[in-house]
């Protein structure tokens, strides 16, 4: 599925979330989007370089706002499910995450995210499964584009946590978000 707008996709602003794809590596590996919402200016990736699974988030399109976690080893052929555990800090909009990388549930590696995306990633970029058809998130793989995954992609799960926002920072929100959106008329 591709090309899904940011308000009719998952929201994974301002709470913990999980995602995960099953996948059939095949003999000679696998590169390629896995999933990824936003883009360049803000967004996050699934996705496989050189058979090595990475989830990478971008605040914004410098280099310092950009963050990853890579696992160091690429995968052997065959099924496997790789998993991002991403646990929100809480405490109000935009806060720090850290990033948990998980494959056939073993924890390959784990990166903290100091400051979130916490109104909208994009009003232009989309929510998609098994390519990229936006911005790169990493720019390395922008030649690529849309750098659809390579290998089979069985299944893509997005399981959120409820946001725990008070009262007074979901209104805050939902004015934040009515701003951004009277920029688009």
Avoid: C
């Amino acid at each position: 599925m591709i090309r899904i707008p940011e308000g009719s996709a998952p929201d994974f602003k301002n709470k913990s979330w999980t995602i995960a794809a099953d996948v059939t590596v095949p003999q000679g590996g696998a590169d390629g989007v896995l999933a990824t919402i936003g883009g360049r200016y803000g967004g996050w990736a699934l996705l496989m370089q050189d058979s090595k699974p990475q989830f990478a988030y971008a605040f914004s399109n410098q280099p310092e706002h950009k963050y990853r976690v890579t696992s160091d080893q690429p995968l052997a052929p065959g099924n496997h499910i790789i998993r991002v555990k991403f646990g929100y800090d809480g405490g109000g909009i935009g806060k720090g995450a850290t990033a948990t990388l998980l494959v056939d549930e073993k924890q390959v590696v784990e990166g903290r995210i100091p400051q979130t995306i916490g109104v909208r990633f994009s009003l232009d970029e989309t929510f998609d499964i098994g390519q990229d058809t936006g911005t790169p998130v990493l720019e390395e793989y922008e030649a690529k584009m849309p750098f659809p995954f390579t290998g089979t992609l069985t299944k893509f799960v997005v399981v959120l946590e409820p946001q725990k926002l008070s009262e007074e920072e979901q209104q805050r929100l939902r004015e934040q978000l009515a701003r951004a959106m009277e920029t688009v008329q």
